[in-house]
């Protein structure tokens, strides 16, 4: 069975940096399209970024463009969410997901085929 596997979260005071990384078991992530979503206590799951396959088309949540970069390295089969200037409001479980597309209805969580388990970001002094 398919597995995603996030890492990189942890605690971080507001207006740092984390790296987060999905790697993947029993499929090749250059192959599909993969998403971050990220669900706040109490709060509904929220897509974050999409990547295609390729790599090149991507998409931002409005709120994270400009301090969220989604990418790709491909000599290790992951993908990276690199988050600057990071809020008490960023704080959630952070999940990869794959799907075969990154278009315009990317932030449809129900379509996607696999997920990891998430990894907790908790921002605050």
Not at 38 to 55: D, F, H, T, W, Y
Request: aromatic share 10%; with cysteine; proline share 4%.
């Amino acid at each position: 069975q398919p597995q995603l596997v996030e890492s990189g979260g942890g605690l971080v005071q507001p207006g740092g940096s984390l790296r987060l990384s999905c790697a993947a078991s029993g499929l090749t992530l250059s192959e599909w399209a993969i998403a971050w979503f990220r669900q706040a206590p109490g709060k509904e799951l929220e897509g974050v970024s999409c990547i295609s396959s390729g790599g090149g088309n991507k998409h931002y949540e409005d709120s994270m463009k400009g301090r969220f970069t989604i990418s790709r390295d491909n000599a290790k089969d992951t993908v990276d969410l690199q988050m600057s200037a990071l809020k008490p409001e960023d704080t959630a479980i952070y999940y990869c997901a794959a799907d075969y597309v990154c278009g315009p209805g990317w932030r449809r969580h129900e379509e996607y085929n696999y997920w990891g388990q998430g990894t907790q970001v908790t921002v605050s002094s």
